[in-house]
């Protein structure tokens, strides 16, 4: 048996936790007026591999509607072995967008408006129900910008590297599989760090 598989083999296993998430935790991401009360969020607190190739576990906070569908996802990209950077709620980063896309950092819920073109407009973020994953590896192009800056280094798709989402990749098959739609598939403003229950 070789030393890869037996690695494999000892491994711990895939753990997640789902907890009710208050007010008092979400004290930058949620306020009056947003279109979700925080009874409709979860904790959800998957276990993921890291880029150091350790096992974390990590925080997100998400709809509740999207918990069974996310476990999945997380399950099947820790088996695989994907590597996720870090795994944090937005209130980390003070509900700041741009703070948590520049560490790298997968996160899920945020009471913001969308930030592409059009009328202005809850994002998915503000539902709970879409999440940004790996946003170095994974940038956001907008209007000629890109988001995190440091995305740069990854605009060439086609220099596959640990952490992308690519198409035909484990990370937007993984998505696909729950039904969940990846923006790296919009034309003109591809967000390949985003995937969304709703395709918003």
């Not at 925080?38 to 591999?49: E, F, K, N």
């Not at 870090?86 to 560490?103: T, V």
């Not at 879409?130 to 590896?137: F, H, L, S």
């Not at 956001?140 to 596959?160: F, I, Q």
């Amino acid at each position: 048996m070789s030393l890869a598989l037996l690695a494999l083999l000892a491994a711990p296993p895939f753990t997640h936790t789902v907890a009710p998430v208050t007010r008092a935790q979400l004290p930058h991401s949620w306020h009056p007026g947003c279109p979700v009360g925080p009874s409709s969020l979860r904790r959800l607190r998957p276990s993921y591999w890291g880029f150091d190739g350790e096992r974390h576990v990590g925080t997100l906070v998400v709809n509740r509607s999207a918990v069974g569908d996310l476990t999945v996802v997380f399950r099947r990209l820790y088996k695989a072995r994907f590597p996720i950077r870090r795994m944090r709620p937005i209130d980390a980063y003070g509900g700041n967008d741009e703070r948590s896309l520049a560490a790298d950092n997968t996160a899920a819920f945020n009471c913001r408006y969308a930030v592409g073109p059009g009328p202005k407009r809850w994002s998915a973020h503000a539902y709970g129900q879409a999440i940004d994953v790996n946003p170095v590896e994974n940038p956001y192009l907008e209007g000629g910008r890109v988001h995190p800056r440091s995305g740069k280094a990854y605009l060439d798709r086609t220099n596959v590297r640990p952490g992308m989402a690519v198409r035909g990749g484990l990370l937007v098959s993984a998505f696909a599989s729950v039904g969940w739609q990846w923006g790296g598939r919009w034309t003109g403003t591809p967000d390949y760090q985003h995937f969304s229950s709703t395709g918003g």
